[in-house]
């Protein structure tokens, strides 16, 4: 059963626009959503993180709004540029789980 | 820096055969995990550890087996490779508590089965 569910699988958009990347999940005692971005060949790395405490998170062009209410979250990409292609993964955990991945979106953004 | 290495980065295995991945962790994390990624499955967790001494079952665990001798080294053994085990690895190392904090992944090892 896949916890966490992400879409789209895969998006583009032209350099400047905003990429939206969403994200639901199944288990309302997650409270820890980590973004992971990968590059490829090589391993996932935290790009941002939200707690279920607030609704909304910052770092710079990227952008996490979360609904606890819905369960969802998406990850908003402000005047994306050619070095975000990547593909990028939602994780969902509590205090008493790991880390539950995803499927990942693929984003392609064109210069 | 917080780092995890993995080897092979590379390996091409005959099914039936034995393969062990290797993983090395120097952030002093309590937490190793084995990842495998394949296109349309995201990333699913294997095994994982807590500590020396300990392995856990992840969420597709048949047909491997894992060893953490050591707070720095978790390994992945395919005791019998199968062609359907060809993917990418990854290794990961994290704090206590999935809720603690971010995870460090390694580069992956890509693995083969004829």
């Known amino acids: 059963q896949q916890q966490v569910r992400q879409s789209p699988q895969s998006l583009t958009v032209w350099e400047g626009e905003t990429a939206i990347l969403n994200c639901s999940y199944e288990?309302?005692?997650?409270?820890?959503f980590p973004w992971y971005q990968q590059f490829p060949g090589e391993g996932p790395a935290l790009l941002i993180s939200i707690r279920s405490v607030s609704d909304k998170k910052e770092d710079g062009r990227f952008t996490i709004f979360f609904n606890k209410r819905e369960k969802k979250l998406s990850l908003h990409i402000t005047d994306s540029q050619p070095g975000d292609s990547a593909t990028y993964f939602c994780?969902?955990?509590?205090?008493?789980?790991?880390?539950?991945f995803g499927t990942g979106t693929k984003l392609q953004v064109v210069p | 820096e917080a780092a995890v290495t993995q080897s092979p980065r590379n390996k091409v295995a005959v099914t039936g055969g034995k393969v062990t991945l290797s993983c090395n962790q120097t952030?002093?994390?309590?937490?190793m995990y084995w990842y495998r990624q394949d296109t349309g499955h995201g990333l699913r967790l294997i095994h994982y550890?807590?500590?020396?001494?300990?392995?856990e079952k992840g969420d597709i665990p048949d047909g491997y087996k894992a060893s953490r001798p050591s707070q720095e080294n978790f390994s992945l053994i395919l005791e019998l490779a199968t062609p359907s085990q060809t993917s990418v690895y990854f290794c990961?190392?994290?704090?206590?508590?999935?809720?603690?904090?971010?995870?460090?992944f390694g580069e992956g090892s890509k693995l083969t089965v004829l």
């Open positions: 952030n002093n994390h309590n937490n």
């Open positions: 550890s807590y500590g020396a001494g300990s392995t």
């Open positions: 990961a190392s994290g704090p206590t508590g999935g809720n603690t904090g971010q995870l460090y």
């Open positions: 994780a969902a955990a509590n205090s008493g789980t790991y880390q539950r």
């Open positions: 288990d309302s005692t997650f409270n820890y």
